[in-house]
């Protein structure tokens, strides 16, 4: 299996990789007046089911609603008087047993240490995707971001840093291959669409919780429908640096990067750069 990157190169896949597909929901720095949060989520499913959990089933669901497999569907342009299409998207969620992780923090999220959102829920995510792995037989993992102006420099710095480890028999810690790649939002890749429904699923929860509304639908249908071990979110109410906790050691790595001085490469040479890494 091949993805098209942003850079214009072809990423190969193993089979026995893991991907993780992640959208965001709200802005990074809370600014958002009606929805002060910020998160990052998506679905987790090994190269192998991919095509048959995803991709093939989400691309017939927009050929019988949308008329064209190629269409975007986007979360919040989807009309919920149209019953035909929200019953066919909560089956989809119901049917298919692949992970589904998201984290996210608000307003009212306690954030010590100069802690900034994205990373409280960059760390946080990692945790989600662990829980959920612990359930995947994989050899490595790669994760794939929509391309953002705005945040690609922001998760390139955190994620760059990130180092997972698998824990074996004896007590010994094996580091986790892993590769973070960023995908071009025009090729309307099925597994960041569904990233985008889980996240807009997760954004909702939050702001209902605030307001003492009961979980919807859609939640339900992404987080409670299927094996509860695969699918794992939270909605952060504290958070604070801890320098022995090994997930936040990333953090710990990209505030020392930050402190060094600003990034001078340009946008160009940042995209040059992954598509070396990927060659």
């Known amino acids: 299996m091949e993805l098209l ?29 009606r929805y002060p949060l910020f ?17 093939e ?40 047993p692949f992970g589904r992780i998201a984290s996210i923090v608000s307003d009212r999220t306690s954030l010590v240490g100069q802690l900034r959102p994205y990373d409280a829920v960059g760390v946080s995510l990692a945790a989600r995707f662990a ?59 099925p597994g960041l669409e569904v990233a985008d429904f889980i996240m807009h ?3 909702r929860r939050v702001r209902d919780r605030a307001s003492g509304k009961k979980a919807g639908l859609d939640y339900c249908a992404v987080f409670e429908s299927g094996d509860p071990r695969m699918a794992s979110w939270i909605e952060i109410t504290r958070a604070r640096l801890q320098k022995r906790n090994p997930l936040m050691a990333a953090v710990h790595r990209a505030r020392k990067a930050r402190l060094r001085g600003p990034n001078k490469k340009s946008k160009r040479k940042r995209r040059a750069a992954r598509k070396r890494r990927t060659r």
């Open 5 to 33: 990157l942003d850079t214009g190169a072809t990423l190969a896949l193993e089979p026995t990789a893991v991907l993780v597909f992640v959208d965001e929901t709200g802005h990074e720095e809370l600014t958002q007046p």
């Open 39 to 55: 998160g990052l989520g998506g679905c987790v499913v090994r190269v192998a089911e991919y095509r048959s959990l995803i991709w």
């Open 201 to 203: 699923a997760a954004g």
């Open 131 to 189: 829980a959920v792995a612990n359930w995947i037989r994989f050899t490595r993992v790669d994760w794939f971001f929509e391309s953002s102006d705005r945040t690609d420099a922001i998760a390139e710095q955190l994620f760059g840093h990130l180092e997972l480890k698998d824990r074996l028999p004896g007590g010994t810690d094996q580091d986790i291959p892993s590769g973070w790649h960023f995908l071009p939002k025009r090729l309307r890749e």
């Open 57 to 96: 089933p989400w691309r017939a669901l927009k050929r019988q609603h949308l008329s064209d497999a190629d269409a975007a569907l986007h979360a919040n342009e989807v009309d919920p008087s149209d019953r035909a299409l929200m019953e066919s998207l909560g089956a989809f969620f119901k049917a298919q």
